[in-house]
């Protein structure tokens, strides 16, 4: 008999053969019609998918095999793969390396959404008025929804296809508005004087060019002296472009000599951990976000974040030329519309452009004229 009950689980089984190929697993559900009615919704799946093997060759996908192909040809060459192949290797751990791709559905998103919103920030137990810090909407978008949704486009790339593939949109979860904080002269000053000596050519180089951090541990083969720019892979597997201005290039002229392959580079304070006491290592990106946290507090600026230099560089940029393409260009986005969270920078230029033309039309009349009217 092919459904049945064993004594560790409450759910019947199924174990059936269809054309010599072995289908076995739990129908989840406790009732033994509704087990036989699983079964034979099973049976018609398990039909299709021998002949689907016979027609292409292809057996089920995995989910493990397909991220480790993916890996291969796709995950391995971000900028930041250390971590992505680590959320990788969490998904393969939460459904379990057998778990065919053709059987993660929306509900068996709607569940992992679920789980990995109940997981606390950081992997460490904070509390926050009382309650535990969860992982964010951002973070969850950005380990489950991307990755999966990337993983099940490339499969359809190898030839797979999928009845039931998740509607990602539908549970991709809201994410807050990222904020746009700029620096007074003040804080900018306190920030700079709080630096260490031996990190302040990087910091100097990340407020010039508006780089996200990961961006800024440039290597001296992405610096071309002959064409004034800067080339690197940045977040999204997108090309980072930063022309090298006569400041940039300054910065980098001072670094030379200090490493051969990386440019940004720290002066050890201590022997300890394989490192030496007054030789040069290139900065990482823990170090400079530890780094960071300290000249914050020293400095005494409040709530400003180590990314928040990129907004502050984007919008004094955008005070100084007026220009939102300039900003767009220089914060390396493919569209414009991810730059306009900037143009409440341009509303005083507004209100004096509105002041000017008050102004005219008041003299306008004094003289017992009024300007012409603007060509519709």
Known sequence: MSIYKTATSPYY???FQ??????????KARNKREAEAVERRLKEDAVKEV???KATGKAPLTIDVAIG????????YRSMNRGFHGTLEWLVNYFGKDKRLDEIDDQAIVDLVVFKRQQPRWGKIQLKRGKVRTVSNTTVNRVIIEPLKSIFRRAKLWGYR??????WTQHKLKEPQERVRELAAHEQQALINAMRDDYLLWFEFLQLTARRLNETLIMWSDVDWSTNEILTIGKGDRRVWTPMSASIRAILESCKGHHPIYVFTYTAQRTRDGRIKGQRYPITHGGASTIWKRVVCKAGVQDFRLHDNRHDTASKVLRKTGNLKVVSRLLNHTNIATTSKYAHVLDEEVAEALE????SRSKSRINGTLPPASPA
């Open 18 to 27: 269809i054309e010599g190929n072995r289908f076995h697993g739990s129908t």
């Open 69 to 76: 192909r993916f890996w291969i040809e796709k995950g391995q």
């Open 13 to 15: 089984r199924y174990d």
């Open 162 to 167: 999928f009845s039931n593939e998740p509607n």
């Open 51 to 53: 002949r689907n093997l």
């Open 356 to 359: 000017r033309n008050a102004e």
